[in-house]
């Protein structure tokens, strides 16, 4: 197993760096590099216009967007519960949970079922890209001076060639204390 | 072996063994109330303390294994005769079965466990108080022969027989060696309905190589002739040993039946010397045990699996219809509905048959609250009467296990509260021994269980003062409350008549604890007293909370599932039936008055401008002693579902108590009934006087 992730990391790694495969010379002279283990694989989507970095042990699935069941008295991002196989598990839209522009359903809306603590939860984004390895040196703390509304569910930047990737902090990300909307519950008259 | 097993399997296994030691000491003490003892409950006690050393051993949990080792003790003094049984005997056993308790919890938590030093010494004290050697009763007419060979425990049975003026016999057996624990067994249930047996001889005269002969010494008050008819089966004969006439005249040392024995028996060095013979009862290394342990969890997997075959099948049964509906290969299609029908009975014996297996018999807990009344009755310095019916009914596993705090929480109440002293129920002309009463008995799909004592009922004009002076109701409030709404109030948190914690209860924990237990278990709780005649509570429950069965409705176009458990029953009314009391919905329902609750309100569900229906679904919803109406505009019919979790962050939604899947791969909310009842009551209680008004203060409503 091991062995063949290896390999697939040396494929995906040379492909991304630009790198050819051994050239003529470098049969004539021997040649030698070094493949990373200490890559971290990212799924890369796209969510309100913005591109995502998630680690891939966080990911469970990608599945299309399924039925879901609307659950009352809960927050505005959470589109309901659907049905993972048996599994009931919470949607979460996740461009409204970033309080971003929420787009519309589409073709290319997909859904991450991400494992979180043990348990299972839906992402609807709007659309995934790939997986790509980043080397631990290109994550970088997210910035401070970010500020905003969404600096919370940031856990790190990743530089991936030109493009800058979020990637997300699932613990406040699906923090159940959001879940539950604030006045739900004992209330005045019905 | 170095290391010790895991936990896991001794404390329960362990529990087990302390709840079969329990029941045996309820057994003699009723049999010393009743001057008949058994010595099979005694012998039953020694074995369970006897494996629960060998089991304590074998777990390394030490003062468990000290404490049996030191009971195994004095239970062979108790067994042997040489420590007299009485009440206080009695208690210092009944002691131990509580050290055991916390003991095996204290194991089970790895905490450290009480201390057990001041109650080994009470049972060594037990042990060292033996009783004065008695004159050996003159045991004529028995040989020597058969003395030597018995223990030191059947000679003490022995004399306790000749005591007690019984004729012992001789009873000769002959069993084929390949079914000998069968017939031993079956003999030896037979010998039991005549009297005791002392012990089992191998006999000398085998009367071939694949037979076991036996010699049963057994005392018993009936006549020669009716053993000897009642046993007279192939290779059994019974012989009169001594005649009570016989052992009254001392002696008599050669009366007829001794050579008539005696001849009988091997000699015991030979005995000893040849296993053969020495194999007599206990042959069988297989265990008598036909039961297997097992986790509820892995029923609780087995239960969900059933379930997903149950929605794949309702699945299955809506694609044929289809097919059916177009006309495609009709033959085909009627095929596989036929097959599907067939498919959906298998799958709902399979699922009866998990539901069987999860079921066990209340008697457990039942037995658990006997040493409770038993032991609080004393402690209360209360003499109280135990009678309980029903311990055969059978509930869920898990429910059983909840209800042993709330059911301890009501005796405790009944004999605290509720019985009097005994000179005040004399005064009032009662019997001087107070009377509880526990029964169970499964009424439809629920199981009833119902407390009842002969006490002082519960006083109104107590719980109104009581609640006034703790600060739970205001003057006003109480004043418009009707009894039953008082009487409620001991459900309350916080809720005690007492000025001073008693012993037992009257902590202000109880009643409350009662009710959120009985309520979690989707049960209801119902209280009905008398003042000086006594008080009933009693509990309706689910007997499986598994497998529930739902009331699917619908309401503002969304569907939902409601345990049927906690549906009382549903009723159709039309709007102009809606009254409003104090800005309240409510409408009359068999003479009373039920507050309405819109589910689509509640939940805030926007409705798709339909008109405003003008008949409406009232589902009629309890929670411990609250009823609630819920409003909905329509009821989709009735279902067994397997609850499913909807996880962590969306189970603390207040009302929602989980998901199900109705089929079609429909995934519908399953409501949490309790807290929808808390919410619409705890709405009311601004307007606590509202229910309680008189129709005449009705209105007309909307």
């Known amino acids: 197993m091991a062995r063949e992730r290896d390999a697939e990391d040396l494929w995906q790694s040379l492909s991304r760096s630009g790198e050819a495969l051994a050239t003529e010379e470098d049969y004539e002279h021997g040649y030698s590099r070094e493949v990373r283990q200490d890559l971290r694989r990212c799924l890369t989507f796209r969510c309100g216009g913005e591109l995502y970095g998630l680690s891939i042990h966080d990911l469970a699935e990608i599945t299309k967007p399924m039925s879901t069941t609307p659950v009352p008295r809960t927050a505005d991002f959470v589109v309901g519960i659907g049905n993972v196989r048996g599994t009931v598990i919470p949607m979460v839209d996740l461009a409204r949970r970033l309080r971003l522009v929420a787009r519309r359903t589409g073709t290319s809306t997909r859904v991450l079922i991400v494992n979180h603590g043990g348990e299972l939860y839906g992402l609807v984004v709007d659309g995934v890209h790939d997986v790509v390895p980043i080397p631990p040196e290109a994550f970088e703390p997210p910035p401070g001076a970010l500020g905003g509304a969404r600096a919370g569910f940031i856990a790190a930047l990743a530089r991936h060639g030109e493009e800058i990737l979020i990637i997300l902090d699932l613990a406040v990300v699906l923090d159940p204390r959001d879940f539950v909307r604030g006045d739900a519950g004992p209330r005045g008259r019905a | ?702």
């Open chain 2, 1 to 702: 072996m170095s290391t010790a097993r895991p936990t896991t399997e001794f404390v329960p296994e362990a529990q087990e063994v302390v709840e079969e030691f329990s029941r045996r000491l309820l057994e003699l003490e009723a049999g010393q109330r009743t001057g008949v003892e058994e010595p099979e409950s005694l012998n039953a006690a020694f074995r369970a303390i006897h494996s629960l050393k060998g089991l304590a051993a074998l777990f390394a949990a030490g003062p468990i294994a000290t404490l049996s080792h030191s009971l195994e003790n004095a239970l062979d003094a108790l067994r042997l005769g040489r420590v007299p049984l009485n009440a206080a005997t009695l208690d210092v056993l009944f002691e131990a079965v509580e050290s055991f308790a916390a003991l095996l919890a204290a194991h089970e938590h790895e905490t450290e466990g009480p201390g057990i030093e001041g109650l080994l010494g009470r049972i060594d004290a037990l042990v060292g108080r033996v009783r004065p050697e008695r004159a050996a009763t003159e045991l004529p007419g028995i040989d020597e022969s058969i003395l030597s060979v018995l223990t030191e425990y059947e000679e003490h049975r022995l004399r306790e027989n000749v005591r007690l003026g019984r004729t012992l016999y001789r009873v000769h057996a002959s069993f084929d060696l390949l079914a000998i624990d069968v017939g031993i067994e079956g003999l030896k249930a037979r010998l039991k309905e005549f009297g005791e047996v002392i012990t089992y001889l191998p006999s000398a005269d085998s009367s071939a190589d694949d037979r076991i002969d036996l010699d049963i010494l057994l005392g018993s008050n009936a006549e020669h002739a009716a053993v000897a008819d009642a046993l007279a089966s192939e290779g059994v004969s019974v012989h009169p040993l001594v005649r009570e006439g016989a052992v009254r005249e001392p002696g008599g040392s050669t009366s007829a039946g001794t050579h008539d024995v005696g001849a009988g028996y091997v000699d015991p060095e030979r005995v000893l010397d040849d296993p053969e013979v020495g194999v007599g009862h206990d042959v069988s290394l297989r265990s008598i045990s036909r039961t297997v342990r097992v986790d509820l969890a892995r029923l609780d997997q087995l239960m969900n699996l059933i379930g997903e075959i149950g929605v794949a099948q309702a699945t299955l049964v809506d694609s044929v219809d289809r097919l059916r509906r177009r006309g495609a290969a009709p033959d085909i299609a009627r095929e596989l509905s036929g097959e599907l029908r067939t498919l959906s009975r298998k799958v709902s014996l399979l699922q009866q048959g998990v539901l069987d297996v999860r079921m066990v018999p209340l008697g457990q807990v039942f037995d658990k609250l006997a040493r409770v009344v038993r032991k609080l009755g004393r402690e209360a310095g209360k003499e109280i009467r135990l009678s309980i019916s029903g311990e055969e009914t059978e509930l869920d596993k898990l429910i059983v296990e909840e209800l042993s705090d709330p059911l301890m929480h009501m005796i405790r109440n009944c004999i605290d509260h509720g019985i009097e002293s005994r000179a005040e129920r004399l005064a009032t002309g009662k019997p001087p021994v107070g009377r509880v009463e526990l029964r169970a008995f499964q009424r439809g799909s629920r199981v009833v269980l119902e407390v009842e004592d002969d006490g002082r009922g519960i006083d109104l004009r107590q719980i109104r003062e009581s609640a006034l002076r703790r600060g739970l109701q205001r003057e006003e409030d109480l004043r418009e409350m009707t009894p039953q709404q008082i009487i409620e109030l001991v459900f309350m948190p916080g809720f005690t008549t007492r000025s001073t914690p008693g012993a037992l209860s009257g902590r202000g924990v109880g009643m409350d604890v009662v009710k959120t237990n009985i309520s979690r278990l989707s049960g209801i709780i119902d209280v009905n007293t008398t003042v000086g005649r006594g008080t009933t509570f009693s509990i309706t429950l689910p007997v499986t909370l598994a497998i529930i069965q739902a009331l699917v409705v619908q309401t503002a176009g969304q569907t939902f599932c409601i345990p049927l458990n906690s549906v009382l029953e549903s009723v159709m009314v039309t709007r102009n039936e809606i009254r409003t009391v104090d800005g309240a919905e409510v409408i009359t329902l068999h003479g009373k008055t039920l507050p309405l609750c819109h589910l689509a309100r509640l939940f805030e569900l926007r409705r798709q401008a339909s008109p405003e229906r003008s008949r409406i679904y009232v589902i009629v919803v309890g929670l411990a002693q609250h009823r609630v109406g819920l409003v909905v505009d329509d009821l989709l019919g009735q279902q067994d579902v397997v609850i499913k979790s909807i996880g962590s962050a969306l189970r603390s939604i207040p009302g929602i108590a989980g998901a199900t899947e109705l089929g079609g791969g429909r995934t519908v909310l399953l409501l949490d009934v309790a807290a929808l009842v808390e919410e619409a009551v705890g709405r009311e209680i601004g307007g606590a006087a509202a229910s309680a008004s008189s129709p005449s203060e009705v209105t007309h409503g909307a």
